[in-house]
């Protein structure tokens, strides 16, 4: 049954819709009628029109002229929308929907599929990821920078770097395209609802200026932008372990056998900031109508330092030795799941955890395009690297002398924060000593990424005279290395032993009040680890080895082109058709943990690749018909790489010396890519450049799929031929298997992705004339259906052992903008909802797992107010912005919804500035 505020959401994009057909036309007929589309979007151009509505009627142009299916964003719906980042802009479009991480919308999903599946492009050239795989982390790129966003959701032969469910391409701004100079410059202050703890501030601010200017007679342009901001980190946490897992007989008194139930909860506050600073600059140079030259340069760096102060209870089957946990007063629903009691004898700790990460984005591109006669060539070079580095900290602290045991209420909730409300004080510091009992006294990793790619593309447009236009060749050559490293160890008590931590490293109390805790001090973990520990990690460890990894790729891509601009009849046909050839080389060089070798010699190195092609032809038309309607057919063959971590050559061996049946587990850098077949057919009805309504359907099948299980049969021969060199003469007359048992991803299976999308943009005084002139709503919905089945990893425990459905699929998305403007006056509201979907998350080990994500509903809204005229106030705009306007939380579960995992809560940012375009 659909929510209140669902109904509400779809009944006000099904109003547009309607509005649409049955009055827009008649509004309109006198404009379609009397003018041919290219006539009236040249007419429409001559007149001034001004903040949203020209961003929405820049991107309604570019929907409408583009010969693939896709949508778009212009800057001035980026400039003026409530968006830390390009990532919250993207996830309003039809057809798109964001991840939460850390509050932001971090990930994007393309037709509902994983991030994956999509590759994102700036200026047209692939880029690398500051994340462990392809998926671009897009809260890294300020919205400010960026001048559009186009998202190509039908690919077509000229296109590099096309992804399988979507290619994202952010485009920074062209100074040649501008007539005069543009100086502009912002200011933004905000402050984030949750408040200030641990001696972190709950306020910030955003910071931008951009210089767009030409020379010579509008031969060289130049633009320059950077941007600046300063967020505050505010989070207020429960979680669960997991697996949420049905327990035995007699695991635990009070609790009946077959009860399904986790191991301990958690309850934290994290408080921190986050400081990025971008910078673009474009250099243009156009000698003559034969050369044009383009220079791309892009940096952007982000610092991450936060600190989380947590509570924990163990309520599982370990209890440090001593007295026995037990349940009493136990609650369990009809579900056979757990919801509450009193769990006895348990030993609480508090826990400090410090993460501190530094991501770094650099990327140039050159760009040539030459006129040879009737010919156009285009030679573009480009290099883009990224890199992570990151420190994680933690120590433990419990009460003293031990045992100090506990009796804490839970009560386990899916409407609100879980509680768990201890019998004891744990608001002293001095009561709480840094200790190893029952859990060590602290753990740390030191990860690092790197992704490096450099790429170099030629390619000539031939003219044709006939219902052919022109004709595209090219080649293109993208060398990509990534490689991880991430050491760990145990973070040890110095020689001092158990100690309080001091009172000049403490920050003060922070409220657990939210969770039933009440106050728990927050301390500096880094100088508590200076001061009372030790560190060293390393890599070299058997379940480290498969964390480190280097994966290289080159990829040479060829493409042909026939571009149709002609007319059947009396409708307009536009379009293309082609192939492109890719061909991948693949591999991979890491180590593998052979614990039967001798002392020292345990670390073995490896390295594996492939390499396949792929024939990838496709098909894009486009009808137009004289009522201003275009109808759009599209079919193709599209792939995506694996993942990165997926191709990792790492792995930990070892042979069964019972059995003689080798057996390891890793990654797979011998898989082929996810193929599908693709179809679209879209209908659109424009009313000239200020309205749509539009309805497409796509339909993939996807002849591959790539999931994580165990497999027997796999070829170990060399790793096996290793061993008996240095084993075999202890296990005399074993006889050892070349093939065994692999637990790693696998190309497998696939099946059918389908969906509806609806979406308009209508402003309405089109329907009720000037009566509403100035409103306007925007909105769209998707519906999405997979009969795809596959096996959860063996390592996403949360999701169970059934099949289930495709990572990051929504069954409904949907967007609202609701906005007035008008005599400089700007109001918008906008909504954007999904449904539950299975996310992939990183989990303590750094590596992803499954868990099911609660779907969710953000709302951001924005007032301004522009001066115009000739006063000395003109050029100005003072604007207030509210982003997460319901306090919306983010929620995973495991297997259903009464068995929760996370309940984070980010609360909601205001802002208020200031934006002075010279």
């Given at each position: 049954?659909?929510?209140?505020?669902?109904?509400?959401?779809?009944?006000?994009?099904?109003?547009?819709?309607?509005?649409?057909?049955?009055?827009?036309?008649?509004?309109?007929?006198?404009?379609?009628?009397?003018?041919?589309?290219?006539?009236?979007?040249?007419?429409?151009?001559?007149?001034?029109?001004?903040?949203?509505?020209?961003?929405?009627?820049?991107?309604?142009?570019?929907?409408?002229?583009?010969?693939?299916?896709?949508?778009?964003?212009?800057?001035?719906?980026?400039?003026?929308?409530?968006?830390?980042?390009?990532?919250?802009?993207?996830?309003?479009?039809?057809?798109?929907?964001?991840?939460?991480?850390?509050?932001?919308?971090?990930?994007?999903?393309?037709?509902?599929?994983?991030?994956?599946?999509?590759?994102?492009?700036?200026?047209?050239?692939?880029?690398?990821?500051?994340?462990?795989?392809?998926?671009?982390?897009?809260?890294?790129?300020?919205?400010?920078?960026?001048?559009?966003?186009?998202?190509?959701?039908?690919?077509?032969?000229?296109?590099?770097?096309?992804?399988?469910?979507?290619?994202?391409?952010?485009?920074?701004?062209?100074?040649?395209?501008?007539?005069?100079?543009?100086?502009?410059?912002?200011?933004?202050?905000?402050?984030?609802?949750?408040?200030?703890?641990?001696?972190?501030?709950?306020?910030?601010?955003?910071?931008?200026?951009?210089?767009?200017?030409?020379?010579?007679?509008?031969?060289?342009?130049?633009?320059?932008?950077?941007?600046?901001?300063?967020?505050?980190?505010?989070?207020?946490?429960?979680?669960?372990?997991?697996?949420?897992?049905?327990?035995?007989?007699?695991?635990?008194?009070?609790?009946?056998?077959?009860?399904?139930?986790?191991?301990?909860?958690?309850?934290?506050?994290?408080?921190?900031?986050?400081?990025?600073?971008?910078?673009?600059?474009?250099?243009?140079?156009?000698?003559?109508?034969?050369?044009?030259?383009?220079?791309?340069?892009?940096?952007?760096?982000?610092?991450?330092?936060?600190?989380?102060?947590?509570?924990?209870?163990?309520?599982?089957?370990?209890?440090?030795?001593?007295?026995?946990?037990?349940?009493?007063?136990?609650?369990?629903?009809?579900?056979?799941?757990?919801?509450?009691?009193?769990?006895?004898?348990?030993?609480?700790?508090?826990?400090?955890?410090?993460?501190?990460?530094?991501?770094?984005?650099?990327?140039?591109?050159?760009?040539?395009?030459?006129?040879?006669?009737?010919?156009?060539?285009?030679?573009?070079?480009?290099?883009?690297?990224?890199?992570?580095?990151?420190?994680?900290?933690?120590?433990?602290?419990?009460?003293?002398?031990?045992p100090q045991l506990d009796s804490v209420q839970l009560d386990l909730r899916t409407d609100g924060f879980s509680q768990l409300v201890p019998g004891r004080d744990y608001s002293n510091p001095e009561s709480l000593f840094l200790t190893g009992t029952i859990y060590g006294s602290g753990y740390g990793k030191t990860p690092r990424v790197e992704d490096e790619l450099a790429a170099f593309k030629i390619a000539a447009t031939l003219p044709v005279d006939r219902w052919i236009a022109d004709i595209d060749v090219g080649l293109n050559y993208a060398d990509r290395s990534k490689n991880k490293r991430q050491p760990e160890g145990n973070i040890n008590l110095g020689a001092q032993g158990d100690t309080t931590i001091a009172s000049d490293l403490q920050y003060g109390l922070v409220d657990l009040g939210f969770a039933g805790v009440g106050y728990i001090p927050s301390w500096n973990v880094p100088e508590a680890v200076a001061r009372y520990m030790t560190f060293n990690p390393v890599e070299d460890l058997d379940y480290l080895i498969p964390k480190a990894w280097t994966v290289d790729e080159q990829l040479s891509t060829g493409y042909v082109r026939a571009n149709i601009n002609t007319d059947w009849g009396s409708v307009g046909v536009r379009g293309n058709f082609g192939v492109q050839v890719q061909h991948t080389d693949q591999s991979s060089s890491a180590n593998y943990w052979d614990g039967s070798q001798p002392v020292g010699s345990q670390v073995i190195p490896i390295t594996k690749g492939n390499t396949y092609t792929d024939i990838l032809p496709s098909l894009n038309l486009a009808f137009l018909f004289n009522n201003d309607s275009t109808l759009r057919v599209a079919l193709a063959r599209q792939v995506a790489r694996p993942r990165v971590d997926q191709m990792r050559a790492s792995m930990e061996f070892g042979v069964d010396t019972t059995t003689g049946i080798p057996g390891a587990g890793g990654g797979n850098p011998e898989l082929d890519p996810w193929r599908a077949n693709a179809f679209d057919i879209s209908y659109e009805k424009y009313f000239g450049t200020r309205a749509y309504v539009a309805a497409a359907y796509f339909y993939k099948d996807l002849r591959s799929y790539i999931y994580t299980q165990t497999r027997d049969g796999y070829d170990f021969t060399d790793q096996v031929a290793s061993w008996l060199q240095a084993n075999g003469a202890n296990y005399p007359g074993l006889v050892v298997q070349n093939e065994g048992r692999y637990s790693a991803p696998f190309n497998g299976s696939g099946g059918t992705l389908q969906g509806l999308e609806l979406s308009a943009s209508l402003p309405l005084d089109l329907v009720f004339g000037d009566a509403l002139r100035g409103f306007g709503v925007v909105a769209s919905a998707s519906f999405n259906d997979s009969d795809i089945s596959i096996l959860a990893p063996e390592n996403s425990s949360s999701v169970g052992n059934d099949p289930i459905t495709l990572p990051g699929l929504s069954d409904r998305v949907y967007n609202l903008t609701a906005y007035f403007e008008r005599n400089g006056f700007e109001a918008r509201v906008s909504q954007r909802r999904r449904s539950d979907f299975i996310g992939e998350i990183g989990n303590f080990s750094g590596e992803r797992t499954l868990r099911y994500v609660v779907g969710e509903n953000i709302t951001d809204a924005q007032l301004s107010y522009t001066f115009s005229g000739e006063s000395a106030l003109a050029g100005m705009t003072l604007l207030l912005q509210a982003s997460n306007l319901t306090d919306e939380s983010y929620r995973t579960y495991s297997g259903s919804k009464d068995r929760p995992l996370e309940r984070i809560e980010w609360g909601r940012t205001y802002l208020v500035g200031l934006n002075y375009k010279f």
């Amino acid at each position: 049954m659909l929510t209140p505020r669902r109904n509400l959401l779809s009944a006000a994009l099904a109003s547009a819709i309607t509005f649409a057909a049955a009055g827009v036309h008649a509004q309109a007929t006198d404009t379609t009628a009397e003018q041919e589309p290219a006539t009236e979007t040249t007419d429409l151009d001559q007149v001034v029109v001004t903040g949203i509505r020209r961003g929405i009627e820049d991107a309604i142009s570019i929907k409408r002229e583009s010969t693939s299916i896709v949508e778009a964003i212009s800057a001035e719906d980026i400039g003026k929308l409530p968006d830390v980042s390009i990532g919250e802009s993207i996830s309003r479009l039809p057809g798109v929907s964001a991840q939460r991480v850390a509050g932001r919308a971090q990930v994007i999903s393309v037709r509902g599929l994983s991030p994956d599946f999509s590759t994102t492009l700036l200026n047209g050239r692939e880029m690398v990821s500051t994340g462990d795989n392809r998926s671009v982390e897009f809260d890294q790129y300020p919205s400010e920078l960026v001048s559009g966003v186009t998202i190509y959701k039908t690919p077509d032969a000229g296109l590099i770097g096309q992804g399988l469910s979507g290619t994202l391409d952010m485009q920074t701004a062209r100074p040649l395209n501008f007539a005069e100079t543009v100086i502009a410059v912002s200011g933004r202050y905000q402050e984030n609802s949750l408040g200030d703890a641990a001696n972190i501030g709950d306020d910030g601010g955003r910071f931008n200026a951009s210089y767009i200017d030409q020379f010579a007679d509008g031969r060289f342009g130049i633009a320059i932008g950077w941007s600046h901001s300063d967020t505050p980190i505010q989070e207020n946490q429960v979680g669960l372990y997991e697996p949420w897992q049905a327990i035995g007989d007699n695991w635990r008194p009070g609790v009946a056998e077959g009860t399904y139930y986790s191991d301990g909860i958690k309850a934290l506050r994290r408080t921190g900031r986050l400081e990025r600073d971008g910078v673009m600059a474009t250099l243009q140079f156009r000698p003559s109508n034969a050369w044009t030259s383009t220079l791309d340069l892009f940096y952007s760096k982000a610092e991450q330092v936060d600190t989380a102060n947590q509570f924990e209870v163990h309520i599982g089957d370990y209890n440090g030795g001593f007295d026995r946990l037990d349940i009493t007063g136990t609650q369990v629903n009809g579900n056979n799941t757990f919801t509450g009691g009193v769990a006895n004898n348990v030993y609480p700790l508090v826990r400090g955890m410090y993460n501190k990460r530094e991501d770094k984005i650099e990327a140039a591109g050159w760009n040539n395009e030459f006129s040879v006669g009737g010919a156009r060539v285009v030679a573009d070079v480009s290099w883009s690297r990224t890199t992570r580095d990151e420190l994680s900290l933690e120590n433990n602290t419990q009460l003293t002398p031990m045992p100090q045991l506990d009796s804490v209420q839970l009560d386990l909730r899916t409407d609100g924060f879980s509680q768990l409300v201890p019998g004891r004080d744990y608001s002293n510091p001095e009561s709480l000593f840094l200790t190893g009992t029952i859990y060590g006294s602290g753990y740390g990793k030191t990860p690092r990424v790197e992704d490096e790619l450099a790429a170099f593309k030629i390619a000539a447009t031939l003219p044709v005279d006939r219902w052919i236009a022109d004709i595209d060749v090219g080649l293109n050559y993208a060398d990509r290395s990534k490689n991880k490293r991430q050491p760990e160890g145990n973070i040890n008590l110095g020689a001092q032993g158990d100690t309080t931590i001091a009172s000049d490293l403490q920050y003060g109390l922070v409220d657990l009040g939210f969770a039933g805790v009440g106050y728990i001090p927050s301390w500096n973990v880094p100088e508590a680890v200076a001061r009372y520990m030790t560190f060293n990690p390393v890599e070299d460890l058997d379940y480290l080895i498969p964390k480190a990894w280097t994966v290289d790729e080159q990829l040479s891509t060829g493409y042909v082109r026939a571009n149709i601009n002609t007319d059947w009849g009396s409708v307009g046909v536009r379009g293309n058709f082609g192939v492109q050839v890719q061909h991948t080389d693949q591999s991979s060089s890491a180590n593998y943990w052979d614990g039967s070798q001798p002392v020292g010699s345990q670390v073995i190195p490896i390295t594996k690749g492939n390499t396949y092609t792929d024939i990838l032809p496709s098909l894009n038309l486009a009808f137009l018909f004289n009522n201003d309607s275009t109808l759009r057919v599209a079919l193709a063959r599209q792939v995506a790489r694996p993942r990165v971590d997926q191709m990792r050559a790492s792995m930990e061996f070892g042979v069964d010396t019972t059995t003689g049946i080798p057996g390891a587990g890793g990654g797979n850098p011998e898989l082929d890519p996810w193929r599908a077949n693709a179809f679209d057919i879209s209908y659109e009805k424009y009313f000239g450049t200020r309205a749509y309504v539009a309805a497409a359907y796509f339909y993939k099948d996807l002849r591959s799929y790539i999931y994580t299980q165990t497999r027997d049969g796999y070829d170990f021969t060399d790793q096996v031929a290793s061993w008996l060199q240095a084993n075999g003469a202890n296990y005399p007359g074993l006889v050892v298997q070349n093939e065994g048992r692999y637990s790693a991803p696998f190309n497998g299976s696939g099946g059918t992705l389908q969906g509806l999308e609806l979406s308009a943009s209508l402003p309405l005084d089109l329907v009720f004339g000037d009566a509403l002139r100035g409103f306007g709503v925007v909105a769209s919905a998707s519906f999405n259906d997979s009969d795809i089945s596959i096996l959860a990893p063996e390592n996403s425990s949360s999701v169970g052992n059934d099949p289930i459905t495709l990572p990051g699929l929504s069954d409904r998305v949907y967007n609202l903008t609701a906005y007035f403007e008008r005599n400089g006056f700007e109001a918008r509201v906008s909504q954007r909802r999904r449904s539950d979907f299975i996310g992939e998350i990183g989990n303590f080990s750094g590596e992803r797992t499954l868990r099911y994500v609660v779907g969710e509903n953000i709302t951001d809204a924005q007032l301004s107010y522009t001066f115009s005229g000739e006063s000395a106030l003109a050029g100005m705009t003072l604007l207030l912005q509210a982003s997460n306007l319901t306090d919306e939380s983010y929620r995973t579960y495991s297997g259903s919804k009464d068995r929760p995992l996370e309940r984070i809560e980010w609360g909601r940012t205001y802002l208020v500035g200031l934006n002075y375009k010279f």
